[in-house]
C-alpha cells in the first residue's frame, strides 16, 4: 500500500455562544482547523487534522499547518501509511520541529492502519480498557456569576467533573475557586487550569489562599520551571500540560517530580503514535494522565476519544473534548458524548465520515501541485 494524495481542507470553527475565555485576557470566537486526506493505490482512504487553537496558546498557526504539509508531500507520496514510526522518523528528517504539522498526517495513516486492519483505533493502539472515559464541563467566563451558571448548566446535563479556566488575576481566581468549590454537589469534582497566567508569586499567593480546597491545579506558571518549584512549596496536586510538549519533556518532569499528572496534546506532541509512547511511559511509572488534542472538530475529538479509551481507567484524567465548544459539525456520528462522557466511534480506523460540505474550501493537494510541477 502506498500514499498517493494529501489533499488538505481549510475550516473555520465557530466558538459557541460568547466565545472561549482563558486567562491573560485572551478570547477566542472562531478556531481554524485543517482536515487532511490521505489516499492510497489500495482505495483505503484515512483522516487527520490538526487545529493548533491560537498561535498565543501553543507554538503553531493554521497557516503552519498548510505551509508545513506542502513541505512535507514529497516525502510521504510513496510511503506505506501503516508503518507510522517509519514515517514518523522520515517526517522528522524533512523538517525539524513543527510537530503540530506531523500530527495530522499521522493521526491520517493510523486512520488507513485500522481500516485496513479492520478494527477500531482503540484496538490499534493497544486495546480497550474498562469504563467509558470522562469529559470535563469547561466553566469559562469574565465573572464568578457566569461560571456558576455553566457549572449548573452542565450538571444538568450529567456532568460531575468541572474545569474551571482562570483568568490571570489572582484575586478573581481565588473568588471563583471558593465559589464553584462551595457549589460542588456531592460526587462532583474540579479542577483548575491557570493557562501559565500566573508568575511564581502570584501562583503561591493562590495556593496559600485556597489550600483548604480539594482540586487539582494545571500549568499555573508560564515556565518548567516555575511549575516546578511552585510543586515543592504546596499540598496542591499539580498538572503539567503546555510544557509537555514531548517525550524528552515528560521524562524530565517524571525524573525531577515535577507533576502529579501531566496532560499532553495529540496534535503539540506530534500525533497519536508519539502520544502513545508517551501514555506507555505514564502508564509504566503509574503517572495520572489526561489525554486531549490543542483543538479542533470531531475528527480530533474522536481521536482524543481512542487514545483515552485504550489508556488505563485509573490513570487517565478527564478530557476536553471540542463538541461543546464549537458549533460546526465536520463527520456524520463521530465520539458518542452522553452525561460527562465519550465514547470513541466503533467503525474501523478511526470510525468517522466527513461532511462533504466540511470540505470545500482545499488550501493543498498534491495532484495540483504535481500538475504544476509538470
Known sequence: MRITRLTAHAVELPIR??????????LYHAIHSTILR????????????SCPFGSNVTPGFAGGVRAGLAELAPVLLGQDPRRTDVLA?????KLAGHAYVKSAVDMACLDILGKWQGRPLHEVLGGRF???PEIHGIVHG???????????????QGYTRFKLKLSGDPDRDIEALRAVDAALECGESMSADANRGWTLQEALRVVRAVRDLDFLLEQPCHDYEACRALRRRTDIPIMLDEVIDGMHALLRALAEDAADAVNFKIAKVGGLTRARRMRDVCAEVGMEMG???????????????????????????PCLEWNTLVSRRTVEGGARIEAGRMAPPEGAGLGIVPREDALFDVVFDTSAAQAGAA
Do not use: C
Open 17 to 26: 455562544g460568547e466565545g472561549y475565555r482563558i486567562s491573560g485576557g485572551r
Open 38 to 49: 490521505v489516499d492510497t493505490d489500495e482505495g483505503v482512504t484515512g483522516w487527520g487534522e
Open 89 to 93: 522518523r522520515l517526517m522528522d528528517v
Open 130 to 132: 474498562e469504563g467509558v
Open 142 to 156: 469574565p465573572d464568578t456569576e457566569t461560571m456558576l451558571a455553566m457549572v449548573a448548566a452542565y450538571r444538568r
Open 291 to 317: 489525554i486531549e488534542d490543542i483543538g479542533g472538530s470531531d475528527i480530533s475529538n474522536a481521536a482524543m476519544a481512542h487514545l483515552a479509551q485504550a489508556t488505563p481507567a485509573k490513570l487517565r484524567r
